[in-house]
């Protein structure tokens, strides 16, 4: 091969790699600042319009799940600092998925807070690596995020205990081979903090990891990632036998964030109760997935 022609090609490969990181970036919803909320008890959203992160505030310090991208943190701060707390109070940082748009700014959370980094064992790797070992993204350096260090390990039904916040880890993979979909129950308020006189309302929160089959994924015959079909099946009936009151997740766009919102500064302060609409998500999701599954294994492209 000539030396213009080699020279070509490595034209060629830079600017696919720099079409597919404006690609990803292309989403205005993922930098477009949405209003800091209150959801139920110490359970706060403090991410942009999509890339969803949330706060658990305790007297003890707080935990912060998703660090969304390397942009994102002035945000996120921004928002944890609207609502009243400190930034700097920050004690456990978790993820969704170790996948740029919701890990890329954990090592600038890490060195603004000291925050200790917990991740599923295997999302562990795909994080020490900067994504480089992501089965399916690992080639593309435009994917690629700031290496964090991992203080804990998490393994399927662990607890991660902060104050009087309890979080649990549930391991829904597929998306990434440590897609983490969490649980914590909380108990309603009215806007006066006393408790609601109908009861002591107690809520379940799940914050879904992802279910999603990304585009270009190979359900079958996937080298990187033998199990990959097994691990989404097994993750959709983890999530199917979630008790759910409140449906979060690592996209707005999953739980229907702004008309939620909108319902809720209206004064709806169950607006995000949505248990029908979980069912009805993972539903979905499920279909899409066995829809594809079915696809690839008749061998259609």
Partial sequence: MNSNKLANITVLF?????????????????????????IAGNLYYVGSEDLASYLIATPQGHILINSSLESSVPLIKQSVEKLGFRFSDVKILLISHAHFDHCAGSAEIQRLTGAKYYVMAADKEVVASGGKLDFQYGGDESLRFPVARVDRILHDGDKVRLGD?????????????????????????????????????????????????????????NKAYPKIAADYAHGFQVLKALPCDVFLGAHGGYYGLRAK??????????????????????????????????????GKR
């Fill in 261 to 298: 919102y909108d319902r809720w500064k209206s004064g709806d302060h169950d607006a995000f109760i949505d248990p029908e609409g979980y069912r009805n998500y993972i539903g979905e999701r499920e279909r899409a997935f066995e829809a594809e599954l079915k696809r690839q294994s008749a």
């Fill in 14 to 38: 830079g600017l696919l790699a720099f079409a597919a990181q404006l690609r990803a970036l292309d989403n205005p919803a993922w930098t477009r600042p949405f209003p800091p909320h209150q």
């Fill in 165 to 221: 916040a309890v979080l649990v880890a549930h391991l829904t993979a597929g998306h990434t081979k440590g897609t983490t979909t969490w649980t914590m129950d909380e108990t309603e308020f009215g806007e006066s903090g006393v408790q609601r006189a109908e009861g002591h309302r107690t809520l379940h929160v799940v914050i879904v990891g992802s279910p999603n089959v990304n585009p270009g994924y190979k359900l079958v015959g």
